[in-house]
């Protein structure tokens, strides 16, 4: 049987309607079939997270993980028994499968050649295992969350260092709008790296069908499957552009499986992924980034879960740590830390009262949405939230194990000018109520020159053993992980203070 009439074999049973889809699929792909296939899977990640990413895989899957040379993707084989495992890593985006890889692709010349070479690849790719796990995944799928654009009220809303301006009626109006419809806001949505990504719209395939051909009568057909193809390109030789590669591919695709293109409610989104000279064909098995989760009432600036746990990942937690996020905003580093690391406690706190209510709703949500998950009362998680200043926190010297935190960048969240007198003193309690000689810390900024300079000052309480460049919604930015030295924590006083200000600016309460 050729590749293609068993691929369309395989496809032939699926119901779309939604409800039915999952048993549908299920039963459609025989456990014999299913019980030896191998895959390769494909994920996204935070860039400058590849390696957490790997180690996750590595650990959960025991599978080991190619880490792209295209920042921001991982590699790993799975059997696909293992496939409702992969949709629980806590390290990645988005998931696909890949159909093949061409590691050497000799792109032509010519556009007009490359991409009659791009038409021709459609047709010779193995796609039979790739389809069945798009079938058997279809029930491990989370659907899309239906995003609202961010609120005009909200994005207007001017929440600086200083707290917010507007009085109590204010914030239980804004409480009460998030309960009724969160806000999705993802100002990290952005690319990562300088890459066009052009998906296929169904109006440009539409338009090159013959009208005459019997793939229109498809348009009536609930058993033809839609899908779109997206391309994400990244290289300068390229002589095309992302659009047309997705044009022609996505012509040739439809051609040789005779599915209807549909730029939004497709089922199946095939990945055409270039980069320089190496091409990529993968079938998606995720609607949404799988960041997307424990966060209901979003701010500013809250941060991907993924990289979230990332950051938590790269302090090793261990079991009855203290883990504190003392600006947590949203509370996404805590929850997530309670989420993965419910042997440890976390702390969440923030001086502005807006960021500590959407943070303590945050964990509401989550426990009550636990709990219908569970039809019964469960014990919690194990996190509290605060509203405290970072620069003289409620915690006793040397209590805290871990502290992970995203600090304004002077950007979307306080000012550059702010950060030089915050900067040192944050790291300065940090070090204060960090445990010595154990004690770490993953500070994420992107004001890497202001906190260069307040460590710089600091070598005695804190040492930097790693950097991580990442990439948030197109700005770079840094993951410090410091360890605490084991120097004790001592109130500077007279001459100690006075160097202290001098290497690190920090700014004593006292100090004029
Ligand atoms: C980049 S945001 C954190 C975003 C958070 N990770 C999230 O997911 O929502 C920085 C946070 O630091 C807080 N912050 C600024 N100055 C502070 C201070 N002196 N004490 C405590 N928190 C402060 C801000 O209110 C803001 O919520």
């Not at 809303?157 to 009460?176: A, C, P, T, W």
Request: include cysteine; glycine fraction near 6%; proline fraction near 4%.
């Amino acid at each position: 049987m050729s590749d293609v009439q068993e691929a369309t074999n395989q496809l032939l049973h699926v119901n779309l309607h939604e409800n039915q889809r999952s048993i549908h699929v299920t039963e459609s792909v025989p456990r014999s079939e299913s019980e030896h296939l191998r895959v390769t899977i494909g994920a996204t990640v935070p860039t400058g997270f590849e390696q957490v990413a790997a180690d996750e895989v590595r650990e959960k899957l025991r599978s080991s993980c190619k880490i792209s040379k295209d920042r921001g993707k991982i590699y790993f084989d799975i059997s696909v028994e293992s496939l409702a495992q992969v949709h629980r890593l806590r390290s990645v985006d988005n998931l696909f499968v890949v159909v093949q890889e061409l590691k050497d692709f000799q792109f032509k010349e010519t556009k007009e050649k490359v991409l009659k070479d791009f038409e021709e690849l459609a047709g010779k790719l193995p796609w039979s295992d790739p389809l069945k796990v798009w079938k058997m995944n279809t029930s491990f799928k989370k659907k899309k969350t239906k995003r609202k654009k961010l609120n005009q009220n909200l994005s207007k809303e001017k929440i600086d260092n200083g707290g917010d301006k507007r009085d109590e009626r204010d914030v239980k109006k804004e409480l009460s709008n998030n309960a009724l419809d969160s806000h999705i806001l993802d100002y990290y949505e952005k690319p990562a790296i300088k890459e066009e990504i052009s998906t296929l719209v169904g109006d440009v395939l539409a338009s090159c069908k013959n009208e005459d051909d019997e793939s229109s009568k498809e348009d009536t057909d609930p058993e033809v499957l839609k899908f779109r193809v997206t391309c994400n390109r990244a290289g300068e030789k390229h002589c095309f552009s992302s659009n047309e590669a997705a044009r022609d591919f996505g012509g040739a695709v439809q051609d040789y499986f005779k599915w209807k293109a549909d730029m939004t409610n497709f089922d199946v989104e095939v990945l055409l992924n270039i980069h320089d000279n190496e091409v990529i064909v993968g079938i998606a098995l995720t609607e949404e980034s799988l960041h997307r989760r424990n966060i209901t009432h979003f701010g500013p600036t809250t941060l991907r879960s993924t990289l979230a746990y990332g950051m938590l990942r790269l302090c090793a937690p261990q079991p009855s740590d203290i883990i504190v996020d003392p600006m947590c905003g949203t509370g996404a580093i805590p929850i997530e830390g309670a989420t993965e690391w419910f042997n440890c406690f976390h702390i969440a706190g923030d001086n502005n009262p807006l960021a500590v209510n959407r943070a303590a709703n945050n964990i509401s949500s989550l426990l009550t949405k636990s709990q219908i998950k569970e039809g019964k009362l469960s014990w919690g998680l194990p996190i509290d939230a605060i509203q405290w200043d970072i620069c003289n926190l409620p915690l006793r010297t040397g209590s805290v194990d871990i502290i992970v935190t995203d600090m304004p960048f002077g950007k979307r969240m306080g000012s550059k000018k702010r950060n030089w007198n915050l900067y040192p003193a944050c790291l300065w309690e940090m070090s204060r109520i960090c445990k010595p000689g154990t004690g770490r810390a993953a500070l994420l900024t992107q004001d890497k020159k202001c906190f260069t300079k307040a460590l710089s000052g600091m070598e005695h309480v804190w040492r930097k053993v790693h950097t991580v460049w990442v990439n948030i919604g197109g700005l770079h930015a840094a993951v410090y992980l410091l360890n605490r030295t084991p120097q004790t924590f001592v109130h500077p006083s007279g001459q100690d203070k006075e160097e202290l200000v001098h290497k690190s600016g920090i700014a004593f309460e006292n100090q004029t």
